[in-house]
Each structure stands twice: as structure tokens, then as C-alpha cells.
């Protein structure tokens, strides 16, 4: 199985005024427009991604919808509750990785959650590899059971997962 862990992009400042749910919080205009960008940038490095997950918060909703248009047909989009802040979504990979070992699954969700996840599949257990918002990392596993037996693929910051997403086709690949 492999994973792309994306975070969700740039959202407006938490208002309890205008949202006094912080969970409705959307992306900025320009996080809409950055996400999009950098969502190209992922799908030019993972072609195959079969579905995505997602948090059930408005903005990382949002992400996955830009992660999945940027695919042509665009991809399935599934609300996971254990993406959610202070969740932990190991167990249900666990489970689907038993059930699909060949597939790509984009997980979209929040800091500090998507770092430890993604330092305890590599086995980095008390250091995370925190993401920037809209940046993502690869991660390859032959067995979600074994705590560091997954292989980071890559790791990229929001500026250059949009860089990549500008390049024509023909270009570099």
C-alpha cells in the first residue's frame, strides 16, 4: 500500500464571530487557488491514486475536492472521521491494507496528526515530519503491522508541489 499524506491548505483565521463551529472553517480564496496548484503538483507525482480520504472539517473537504479534480475521471472522495483533529486513523489503514496491499489512498487532514502518523510509519515515533499546509509526503509500505517498516518516497512543501503542478506534461516526464 501506499500513502500520500496531503494537509489541508490554507484556511481563514479561526473567528469564533464568523465560524463559531471551527470545524466550518473553508480555505482563503488564495488557499483555494494554492491547494489546487499544489493538488496538480501530486497528481503529476502520483498518477495512480485510486481514492481519497479525508477529514470531515470543511477545509480539508475542500482539499480533497481539489485533489480529486485534478485526476481525470476525478476520484472518490471519503469522509474518514479518524482523519479528524486529535484522531487516529492507523487502525482503519491497517484494516484497508490487509484488504487492497496494492493500492494508493490520499489521506487529507490536519497537523500535528499527518506528521506523527507519518514519523510513526517510518518508524520516528518522537519526531514527526510535520507538513506545511498544502504540502504532502509519499509513503510506501509492504505491512502497515510493522511499526517503521514503511519508506518515505518523498516529501514536499506547498511551493514546490505547485511548481511541479505547472509543468506541461511533456516536460520531465
Known amino acids: ?6 494537509r489541508h491548505g490554507p484556511a ?8 463559531p463551529d471551527d470545524r466550518e472553517r473553508p480555505l482563503t480564496g ?10 496538480q503538483g501530486i497528481a503529476r507525482l502520483e498518477p495512480k491514486i485510486s481514492r481519497i480520504w479525508t477529514s470531515p472539517l470543511v477545509r480539508a473537504r ?3 475536492e481539489r485533489l480529486s479534480q485534478a485526476y481525470d475521471p476525478p476520484l472518490k472522495i471519503t469522509v474518514v472521521d479518524a482523519l479528524a483533529p486529535g484522531m487516529d486513523p ?8 490487509r484488504r487492497t496491499p496494492d493500492e494508493t489512498i490520499a489521506l487529507v487532514g490536519h497537523e500535528p496528526d499527518l506528521g506523527a502518523l507519518a514519523g510513526r510509519l517510518i518508524g520516528r515515533d518522537v519526531s514527526p515530519l510535520p507538513l506545511k499546509k498544502a504540502g ?5 509500505s509492504q505491512s502497515l503491522l510493522k511499526g517503521g517498516a514503511c519508506e518515505l518516497q518523498w516529501f514536499l512543501p506547498p511551493g514546490e508541489l505547485r511548481r511541479l503542478g505547472k509543468k506541461k506534461k511533456h516536460e520531465g516526464s
Not at 1 to 6: A, C, G, R, S, W
Not at 12 to 19: E, I, L, M, P
Open 136 to 140: 504532502a509526503c509519499a509513503i510506501a
Open 30 to 39: 488564495i488557499g483555494k487557488k494554492r491547494t489546487r496548484k499544489a493538488a
Open 62 to 64: 475542500e482539499t480533497a
Open 90 to 97: 492507523l487502525r482503519d489503514l491497517i484494516s484497508e491494507s
Open 1 to 6: 500500500m501506499k500513502l500520500v499524506l496531503f
Open 12 to 19: 481563514g483565521r479561526r473567528d469564533a464571530q464568523k465560524w
